[in-house]
């Protein structure tokens, strides 16, 4: 295969993995778009093997089975709610993948860019800087995720100036790695640079990410998604790969709009949440006082209504779905719950934050599980003004992304994220678990309402099927 060929199909390749991407944007196409974004990495992969002349290579094949094994043992047996932790954790294979690229290109084993060694051994460093900081946050992002970690933001003592340390000690390596090692011919420190370049960014990877907290996870793990391709770019820029450079650019550039846009969609600021300045509690908050402002808001007397013919009657419903329908796995009752109040000719209708479940999209993955339409789902600023001209609420397993707190309680993890407009419905069913806070541990006042508030406790499968027999028992 000649080099202008090659340079061919790998630009035709880029784009077909944007074009799967553009077509993942959309629920009807979503599926293609992810077979065609697949199809076109196999591809990448077979005209590699080819062009490098590395086919006829048979450990390849061995490795290749080996992945295959483990990628479709994970497709069969991982639940929808263990996909937040999954995707974290191949958030981390990915950035492992690019930083053993990295140390193996610094050792300079099968080095493909021998032309340009001080390119070759700075990008290196910096794929092994990138990939161990995404493997290690990742790892710990999915810790936090499937608790086998405190998803509390812990806080250390003098933790920025840990950070800002590492970030300090990272920079030596990779200037070390492009001046020092090559101008003055100190080849044999090596492996000082490895040793710097793992350890110093695996304690950055672990300190940004253990100190962020529930409300910014989804943030975090997008972030680490960006990151992984972008230590997929890097290393191939040091063994000379444009396929490699191309893709991971596109997953590095996707993954990095998505967390800009969902920064914005939460008012937060990135930098705070690498730092940690958004999950740190520095003062106590007014929650009583929130709580007195949430009561004074009374719903219209409806008289003596029963909750099944306060549904009954309701026109216009809005469900808000959060993690505790995907922990309850609730999603083809809230199908059904919402066929029932549409056949009543209600106007149903979804109202998903941005960072509702665990990872971006959740709830719509979960919805389209259920069949829910598209059309019927909301973005919360195309639906939060309409809460105070709604019927009913009914919340499914949501909590911080519905707090009022998060209005006017300055100093708590969530203060000042936009949340979804709840409070202001004129009837609010409310099935939750428990009464406990939220991810980020910010008591809700709607909790302690004095009306308007129905309080069905338990789990969510037995609540709704309870308000799905309402609304039978009323026909």
Not at 294 to 300: A, L
């Amino acid at each position: 295969m000649t080099s202008t060929l090659y340079y061919i199909i790998c630009a035709v390749l880029s784009v077909t993995v944007l074009l799967g991407i553009s077509m993942m944007s959309k629920v009807k196409t979503a599926v293609w778009g992810n077979i065609i974004s697949a199809i076109s990495v196999f591809t990448g992969i077979v005209v590699t093997l080819l062009y490098n002349q590395i086919i006829s290579v048979g450990s390849i094949y061995v490795y290749m089975l080996i992945g295959i094994i483990i990628g479709s043992t994970f497709a069969v047996r991982v639940k929808m709610i263990q996909m937040p932790q999954l995707v974290a954790l191949l958030n981390g294979v990915g950035g492992l993948a690019s930083a053993l690229v990295g140390i193996l290109t610094l050792l300079g084993v099968g080095q493909l860019v021998s032309d340009f060694p001080v390119f070759s051994d700075v990008t290196a460093v910096l794929a092994i800087v990138v990939g161990i900081v995404t493997l290690v946050g990742s790892l710990v992002a999915a810790g936090k995720l499937h608790r086998l970690l405190s998803q509390r933001p812990v806080i250390w003592k003098n933790h920025s100036v840990v950070l800002n340390l590492s970030l300090v000690l990272l920079a030596v390596s990779v200037i070390y790695a492009a001046f020092v090692g090559n101008i003055f011919g100190a080849s044999t420190d090596v492996a000082i640079i490895l040793l710097i370049s793992i350890v110093v960014s695996a304690l950055f990877g672990f300190a940004f990410s253990i100190r962020v907290g529930g409300a910014d996870m989804p943030i975090t793990i997008s972030l680490l998604n960006s990151l992984s391709g972008v230590a997929g770019a890097i290393a191939g820029m040091a063994i000379g790969d444009i396929l490699l450079v191309s893709v991971g650019g596109i997953v590095g550039a996707s993954g990095l709009f998505l967390t800009q846009i969902m920064c914005r969609s939460m008012n937060r600021n990135l930098m705070d949440i690498l730092t940690g300045k958004t999950t740190i509690k520095k003062s106590s908050s007014p929650v009583e006082e929130i709580k007195e402002k949430v009561s004074e808001k009374q719903p219209e007397n409806r008289g003596n209504l029963s909750d099944g013919e306060i549904l009954k009657a309701a026109k216009s419903v809005i469900i808000v779905p959060g993690y505790g329908m995907a922990l309850a796995q609730a999603q083809h009752w809230v199908r059904q719950l919402a066929d029932k109040l549409a056949a009543n000719g209600a106007d149903v209708r979804y109202a998903i934050h941005p960072v509702a479940g665990r990872m971006p999209g959740h709830m719509n993955v979960l919805l389209a599980e259920a069949d829910v339409p598209y059309e019927q789902l909301y973005e919360m600023d195309a639906i939060n003004g309409d809460f105070k001209n709604t019927d009913a609420v009914i919340v499914i397993g949501a909590n911080d992304v519905l707090n009022p707190a998060a209005r006017d309680a300055v100093g708590t993890p969530i203060y000042g994220m936009p949340v979804l407009n709840v409070d202001e419905a004129k009837e609010i069913f409310i099935c939750n678990f428990d009464l406990n806070p939220g991810y980020a541990g910010v008591e809700n006042p709607l909790y302690t309402k004095k009306s308007g508030v129905h309080l069905m406790l338990g789990d969510a499968k037995d609540s709704l099927s309870k308000m799905i027999d309402w609304l039978n028992d009323c026909d």
